[in-house]
């Protein structure tokens, strides 16, 4: 099956995290969802697909954009998110959450835009997946995404792995260049090329740079470390005395931070047209 490996993590912990600190989890990032829905210039009556809807923040943003009258469906992998989402939403009467995968999902009538916040990144094929999507846009729609660039310009994820990288037992492996993950998409060279194969064309990639909150108190930011990103990945499988000294190296390294407790973060806003 298709992204299968992708399906089972969100439908596991990683999922189940996300769906419990939705609000503090969405109040981090945001912003990257406000720079792509500003770059989407949604407009009222508009029908709009989210890719990777997850607990739904930007697909009730983009439904308040196009009102009564426009319908957005939010499309996702993971239910404990998309059950999150629906609770949310259960006010608005023009957003629907759909299980599914979007590399396979079929509409029943054609978007007038596209757009997804860190929802694009995770696909096994995404020739294949964005070839899809461009099935299900109308002619001269567009395609709106942010993704983040790479680990190396992002040291709101690339200190907090460096740091709990040092006192895990077995170093890990080198991920495979471009895999399915959250870097996946960094190069923007790569990431044109699929999408023009798709059928997309006017892309363009417009570089957002922000100051990535981790944590209100140094408390908070430990925790935030262990539980999302590449860190929480790295330690997932630790046992419980790797998993105690990695809190002790992640205090260490943020403490410095205090009283903000933020790091740089970079991303791509990509828009295209169908």
């Not at 406000?34 to 949604?42: F, G, P």
């Not at 299980?99 to 835009?113: G, I, L, M, R």
């Not at 990535?212 to 408390?219: C, F, I, N, P, S």
Request: aromatic fraction near 8%; charge should be negative.
């Amino acid at each position: 099956m298709k992204n299968q490996t992708e399906i089972e993590n969100w439908n596991g912990p990683i999922g189940e995290r996300w769906a419990t600190y939705q609000e503090a989890l969405d109040a981090r990032i945001r912003v990257y969802g406000d720079e792509v829905l500003a770059s989407a210039a949604l407009r009222a009556g508009m029908r709009v697909l989210d890719v990777g809807a997850g607990c739904g923040d930007l697909s009730i943003d983009a439904a308040r954009m196009v009102g009564a009258a426009g319908k957005v469906v939010g499309v996702d992998i993971s239910r404990p998110m998309l059950a999150r989402a629906r609770e949310r939403a259960a006010a608005l009467g023009n957003v629907d959450f759909v299980e599914h995968d979007a590399s396979t999902f079929a509409a029943d009538a054609p978007f007038d835009a596209i757009v997804s916040r860190f929802g694009v990144m995770f696909f096994d094929d995404p020739a294949g997946a964005f070839a899809n999507l461009h099935r299900v846009i109308a002619p001269g729609g567009s395609l709106t995404f942010v993704c983040w660039q790479s680990l190396a310009d992002n040291p709101w994820a690339a200190l907090p792995l460096a740091t709990v990288q040092r006192i895990l037992p077995v170093p890990p492996a080198a991920p495979t260049p471009n895999a399915p993950g959250p870097f996946a998409f960094a190069d923007a060279e790569r990431v044109r090329g699929i999408l023009t194969g798709a059928g997309f064309c006017d892309v363009t990639f417009t570089p957002f740079t922000h100051s990535m909150l981790l944590g209100t108190t140094l408390d908070d930011a430990v925790e935030y470390a262990t539980r999302m990103g590449p860190s929480a990945r790295a330690l997932r499988d630790a046992d419980e005395a790797t998993r105690a000294r990695g809190l002790e190296v992640l205090r260490e390294a943020l403490a410095p931070l205090a009283p903000g407790f933020t790091l740089p973060s970079a991303v791509w806003i990509v828009a295209a047209k169908g």
